[in-house]
């Protein structure tokens, strides 16, 4: 029996045409069982809850104008993209899940490419990878983000247990199994989450492949070439940490000081607005 597949998407500001595109295009390429948008609004901005009250969701995806079958939750701030991930995972009840940036640099072709290795049982995480041999790379980046990714990428090989081209593509898959264990160990709600995933699913022996995708960097990116580097490279560093006191390292209990709140556990959002529905 093919296991069921819930995708998240997490966005923020997203371009409202780019986004409904890029729903469509999942739909007619593999039809996931369950999609979601996880959408994080700009701080003042209201017009995409117009109509709800009290945390009602009537009309919370309307501005968006999503396709059918497309659930959106709204947050009235910006949680970060591992915490809107997050949230997403924990409402899908599907065996797979998988997630994808909102701007559609990986293609819908690509992240069911991510996603079949998990659906086939040849992995418990997937991540897909720009920076692989195979990959196809339509577009370049500016050489400041390509730079630091790759200088990321190189550090990240020595200090992880998994050996990857690429950590922080937006677009991996997980199975439901493998998440339960995983969840709690995940605490960072920004872009760094990708790497934390990654390294927590190695330090428990999971089993990661990394999928070659076709990818285009699109414009409007969110991500601060320098300063959410920095805040990764940060990131890179706890998370090994984190990683070390799964796999019961002496030097890493005797100096973890670190007192966290994992994003599960986090209390949620004041002011969302849950599960839109079909709008």
């Known amino acids: 029996m093919q296991p069921t597949v819930g995708v998240v998407v997490p966005a923020y500001h997203p ?3 780019r986004l409904r595109t890029y729903l469509r295009a999942i739909r007619e390429t593999f039809d996931p069982d369950e999609l979601r948008v996880e959408l ?18 009537a009309g919370a995806a309307a501005p968006f104008d999503l396709p059918a079958g497309v659930d959106c939750r709204v947050a009235r701030r910006r949680r970060g993209k ?20 909102a701007d559609g640099a990986t ?15 040849g992995a418990d995480l997937a991540a897909g990878s720009r920076r692989h041999p195979d990959s196809v790379v339509r577009s370049h980046q500016t050489f400041a983000r390509r730079f630091l990714g790759d200088g990321f990428a190189w550090i990240a090989r020595r200090l ?15 199975t439901a199994t493998a998440w339960e264990r995983v969840r709690d160990h995940l ?5 760094a989450w990708d790497i934390e995933l990654v390294a927590v699913a190695g330090a428990l022996d999971y089993r990661i492949a990394e999928v070659p995708i076709a990818w285009e960097d699109q414009p409007g990116s969110t991500v601060s070439p320098v300063g959410d580097t ?8 706890v998370a090994r940490h984190r990683a070390r006191l799964i796999r019961d390292d002496r030097l890493h209990r005797l100096i973890d000081r670190e ?21």
Do not use: H, N, W
């Open 160 to 174: 992880l247990d998994a050996e990857l081209y690429d950590y922080q593509c937006g677009a991996k898959a997980i």
């Open 107 to 121: 293609p819908a072709a690509s992240l069911a490419d991510v996603i079949a290795p998990v659906c086939d049982g």
């Open 15 to 17: 371009d409202p045409g």
């Open 187 to 191: 605490y960072e709600p920004g872009f």
């Open 40 to 57: 994080d609004l700009p701080e003042g901005r209201t017009d995409a809850v117009a109509g709800s009250a009290d945390g009602e969701s």
């Open 82 to 101: 591992g915490a809107a991930v997050t949230a997403g995972f924990e409402a899908l009840s599907t065996d797979v899940y998988a997630f994808a940036d």
């Open 259 to 279: 007192e966290g709140v994992a994003l599960i556990d986090r209390p949620d959002d004041r002011g969302a607005v849950s599960d839109g529905g079909d709008p």
């Open 230 to 237: 920095l805040d990764m490279g940060r990131g890179l560093l």
